[in-house]
């Protein structure tokens, strides 16, 4: 009875944050409203699209509620929202959220059920619901990250090219966003549309560089805003930028493979105790059930835990090559 209690609870916990994410809200009625506006007003079909892109737009970055409650939750929450962007995804502080109450929830009620103690139980899951989610989008900056970097010097050879034939800097910016794919792409979509919108090319990539947090695009912001103030041969600047950017990323290459070895050592090294409990908890379950049940060994596993942790971290700082 008590565990159908806790179920329905957690069913409820979900179903209500989701009708607070999806549900009804204020801003979709003045959303409704604005288009019907629009559409009673608006003299022409280029009029109408270009002010309800202009409405979508505002109204994507204003914050719901469930944002504003995850916010005041977070410590850092600008910190948190710069990574949801880097990582290209359609990723609110509300679904992040919510994603980490769920696992909070679902890891402590599990520990809970197989007769842990609540404040193990309840400490294991908010390490469980905090470390997992953040692990995630670690996962996805980083892809997506690597992404860019690949592509990036593409899209300067490009420009290269467009400079050398004569167009202005401005259309290679718009060259780029339509011909070369992935993170690039976009990232340049961006910046061109908020040109189109007024902003100075200065500043619009500015915003692009301190939102991606990559060193080489912010080489690239640096190099035209030397190059505007100076003056001199953009196109021949350029070049030899993609150029520094290639050879930075075969030194990644290069130092990836070098070290790859102890990287592999590392992760050997540290998922090897977690192996042999798991193959002696599927073996003798009753001789490793003390671990959730004894504090004793909670106290042992927890300590053994850190001190593992400690040096994981190390081997992986060691291993680990700033360029």
Same mark, same amino acid.
């Given at each position: 009875?008590?565990?159908?209690?806790?179920?329905?609870?957690?069913?409820?916990?979900?179903?209500?944050?989701?009708?607070?994410?999806?549900? %009804?809200?204020p801003q979709k009625t003045y959303k409704r409203r604005m288009e019907s506006m629009l559409q009673r007003h608006a003299e022409?079909?280029?009029?109408?699209?270009?002010?309800?892109?202009?409405?979508?737009?505002?109204?994507?970055?204003?914050?719901?509620?469930?944002?504003?409650?995850?916010?005041?939750?977070?410590?850092?929450?600008?910190?948190?929202?710069?990574?949801?962007?880097?990582?290209?995804?359609?990723?609110?502080? %509300?679904?992040?959220?919510?994603?980490?109450?769920?696992?909070?929830?679902?890891?402590?009620?599990?520990?809970?059920?197989?007769?842990?103690?609540?404040?193990?139980?309840?400490?294991?899951?908010?390490?469980?619901?905090?470390?997992?989610?953040?692990?995630?989008?670690?996962?996805?900056?980083?892809?997506?990250?690597?992404?860019?970097?690949?592509?990036?010097?593409?899209?300067?050879?490009?420009?290269?090219?467009? *400079?050398?034939?004569?167009?202005?800097?401005?259309?290679?910016?718009?060259?780029?966003?339509?011909?070369?794919?992935?993170?690039?792409?976009?990232?340049?979509?961006?910046?061109?549309?908020?040109?189109?919108?007024?902003?100075?090319?200065?500043?619009? *990539?500015?915003?692009?560089?301190?939102?991606?947090?990559?060193?080489?695009?912010?080489?690239?912001?640096?190099?035209?805003?030397?190059?505007?103030?100076?003056?001199?041969?953009?196109?021949?600047? *350029?070049?030899?930028?993609?150029?520094?950017?290639?050879?930075?990323?075969?030194?990644? *290459?290069?130092?990836?493979?070098?070290?790859?070895?102890?990287?592999? %050592?590392?992760?050997?090294?540290?998922?090897?105790?977690?192996?042999?409990?798991?193959?002696?908890?599927?073996?003798?379950?009753?001789?490793?059930?003390?671990?959730?049940?004894?504090?004793?060994?909670?106290v042992a596993g927890i300590g053994g835990l850190v001190w593992m942790s400690i040096g994981v971290f190390m081997m992986a700082?060691?291993?680990?090559?700033?360029?």
């Amino acid at each position: 009875m008590l565990l159908f209690i806790i179920f329905a609870g957690i069913i409820a916990l979900v179903a209500t944050a989701w009708v607070v994410i999806n549900g %009804s809200s204020p801003q979709k009625t003045y959303k409704r409203r604005m288009e019907s506006m629009l559409q009673r007003h608006a003299e022409g079909g280029a009029l109408k699209a270009s002010a309800q892109l202009q409405i979508r737009k505002l109204m994507a970055e204003r914050q719901s509620k469930m944002d504003g409650f995850a916010s005041s939750l977070m410590p850092r929450p600008a910190l948190m929202k710069q990574r949801l962007q880097q990582t290209g995804k359609d990723i609110s502080l %509300s679904k992040y959220m919510t994603a980490t109450l769920g696992l909070f929830a679902v890891a402590t009620l599990g520990l809970w059920l197989r007769g842990a103690p609540i404040y193990f139980a309840a400490a294991a899951g908010l390490a469980f619901g905090v470390g997992v989610p953040h692990f995630v989008i670690g996962r996805l900056i980083k892809k997506r990250m690597v992404q860019f970097n690949n592509n990036f010097p593409d899209a300067i050879e490009l420009m290269v090219r467009g *400079l050398r034939s004569g167009l202005p800097i401005t259309e290679t910016l718009g060259i780029v966003a339509s011909e070369i794919p992935g993170p690039v792409g976009l990232e340049f979509k961006e910046v061109a549309e908020k040109m189109k919108i007024g902003r100075t090319m200065e500043s619009a *990539l500015q915003d692009t560089a301190d939102r991606l947090g990559t060193p080489e695009f912010q080489f690239f912001v640096i190099t035209l805003a030397i190059q505007r103030e100076t003056g001199g041969n953009l196109a021949e600047t *350029l070049s030899n930028l993609a150029d520094v950017l290639r050879k930075r990323m075969q030194m990644k *290459l290069k130092i990836r493979a070098m070290s790859s070895e102890s990287k592999a %050592s590392a992760m050997i090294v540290g998922a090897l105790p977690f192996i042999v409990f798991a193959l002696v908890y599927m073996m003798n379950p009753g001789y490793m059930a003390g671990f959730f049940s004894d504090e004793r060994l909670m106290v042992a596993g927890i300590g053994g835990l850190v001190w593992m942790s400690i040096g994981v971290f190390m081997m992986a700082k060691m291993v680990n090559f700033e360029i």
